[in-house]
């Protein structure tokens, strides 16, 4: 039997959660609904890989014509399957222009409405290519032991300042933002942010390049 999904799907950014409301406690369910639960949870999971690869026309075998799209920019009714695969194609090429790479799903409530209709809820969270190419990398010793990385700065000097601090809050167990300091009279400290007034860490580029120029007797150009 196939059952229809009627999905809400909220999140595509890190930090998004749904409002909690009082939690009741739900009834036992039969076998057959929790074989119905496990496919509609199978199905979604299909969805969201085909969505992490782009792969338009997989993700257009999850979807029924007339397909509704509810947004804040209004109601989008996608007649055909032409139109799904391309609004679709136009979310995944603008969230990959913005450094997405892929997407998992951290939450799914599905309620049965009758036999052939189910109504879903998830909440996916968005990786960008800072995640998956660098913050979550391992590396291979010669040993065959990995390494991973413990601390990394991002610059957060120039016009994206505030963009920049966003991003280490959401990564703060392992990114934290950076600004040259040439005044310091140290290697670097922490610091606050003038504009945002968020922690971070400031950093004297030159000490260490001073330190290597006098070891290598190298004198500074005028």
């Known amino acids: 039997m196939k059952t229809r999904l009627l999905l809400a ?16 406690k739900e009834p036992t369910l039969s076998e057959q609904e929790q074989a119905e639960k496990t496919a509609v949870d199978h199905a979604l999971s299909a969805e969201s890989d085909a969505f992490g690869r782009g792969d338009l026309s997989a993700i257009g075998q999850h979807c029924n014509v ?16 032409s139109e799904i695969e391309a609004f679709f194609g136009d979310v995944i090429r603008d969230l990959r222009a913005r450094g997405y ?37 391992t590396w291979k010793r010669a040993d065959g032991s990995e390494l991973g990385l413990s601390r990394a700065l991002q610059d957060s000097g120039g016009h994206a300042t505030a963009e920049v601090h966003r ?32 922690r971070l ?4 580029a030159n000490y260490y390049k001073a330190q290597l120029a006098n070891k290598l007797e190298i004198t500074a150009m005028d």
């Open 9 to 24: 799907v909220a999140g595509l950014a890190i930090g998004f959660s749904l409002p909690t409301f009082a939690q009741e």
């Open 66 to 81: 007339p397909f509704v799209v509810i947004s804040s920019q209004g109601v989008k009714v996608c007649a055909t399957m």
């Open 201 to 204: 860490v400031q950093g004297n």
């Open 167 to 198: 991003r280490c809050k959401d990564r703060a167990h392992v990114l934290w933002p950076y600004r040259g300091s040439p005044d310091l009279t140290g290697p670097w400290k922490r610091g606050t942010d003038t504009v945002t007034h968020a």
């Open 101 to 137: 790479a892929y997407s998992t799903r951290s939450e799914m409530h599905v309620k049965l409405l009758d036999q052939t209709t189910a109504l879903a809820s998830a909440v996916a969270v968005r990786h960008s290519q800072l995640d998956c190419m660098v913050l979550q990398r």
